[in-house]
């Protein structure tokens, strides 16, 4: 300040100070401090300086942003060229549809290494591709009952562990004509065992609420004669350690159970494969995509199909019991991803059902 008055006299006054890194002196890294200082000889002289001062600061910040989008562009790019150009539309129809850009850019190099420049240049290259990409939807026939058959419903909260369970519950018992029991696990929620005992009292069948994991293993002793035993569980913070480890002790008390792993399909991809992990430590047999009424894109499920190594058995597609669930079909869910709301098949199906034909 001292220098600056010296400088410019007795009235002068800092106007900017920025401060600048990088410089280095005999190997050593310094800061140092840029100032900007005048004399106010008026309002309107001081509001010029710091609005050059707000125009350069904008321009850096500007030549900033440009250096970063041209960064983050040219990765991009470069994947893109490495597709035969009549791949490329479909890679972005895929990406619109919610796809991660790696899974679909994996999925079409690998057609494309499969195919003949013939191939590649076929009018109706469409139809080739969506029978490719039906090569990844991984889905698996459902649930068989009898001999005594245990499946435990596992997944985060509000998912709709309770009420599928009611649902496969219902499906079983009036329509198939089997003998179901069901056992619940879900002690942190009063409201949740008193929803299961209404679907049990409605279906007509057993129902146990067990507090331990050596309850539980009594209790599937006791529904030995049971075609279909079906377990509830607690929805539950897949990062809590802790509580994945009291589900696993309860699951762990017979190597009988088959575990599905229940997935909202509108959760973020990178989180639904988190999720998956944190369960995989109790062994997942099967996956159920839950709520895909409420989505509004479905590349989720072929972003699970391609990286993870267990089958879908189920979806899940509102909340009426016993309706809204339908064994996972591969073509119905690749017409998802692709057709989005106009793939949605239960739509169309309720509509048929309404007139009296059911062909589908």
Known sequence: MARIKLDLGPEAKILFVKEITGRRFFRKSVKSLEVIA???ESSSSVDSAKLEMIRWELKELKDAVKTMGFKAQAPAVAKDNMLHPSLRDFKEKLCEAGVEEEVALDILKDFQERSTEQDLSDQNIEDSLIKHVLRYADVFGGITAGDNKIVAFIGPTGVGKTTTVAKLA???????RKRVAFITIDT???????????????????????????????NLNKNKDKDLILIDTAGSNPFDAMRMEDLKKF?????????HLLMNISTRPEDLIEIYNCYNVMKIHKVILTKLDEAKAYGNILNLSYKIDRPISYVTTGQN????IEIADAYHLMQLVLKGEEGRWWSKKKELEKQGNLSL
Do not use: C
């Open 38 to 40: 005048g004399v106010e």
């Open 170 to 176: 219902a499906h079983f018992s009036l329509m198939e």
């Open 188 to 218: 942190y929620r009063i409201a949740a065992v008193d929803q299961l005992k209404t679907y049990a009292e409605i279906i007509g069948i057993p129902i146990e609420v067990v507090f331990n994991p050596q309850e539980l293993l009594a």
């Open 251 to 259: 699951l762990g008390q017979s190597p009988n159970i088959e575990t």
């Open 321 to 324: 019991v016993p309706d809204d």
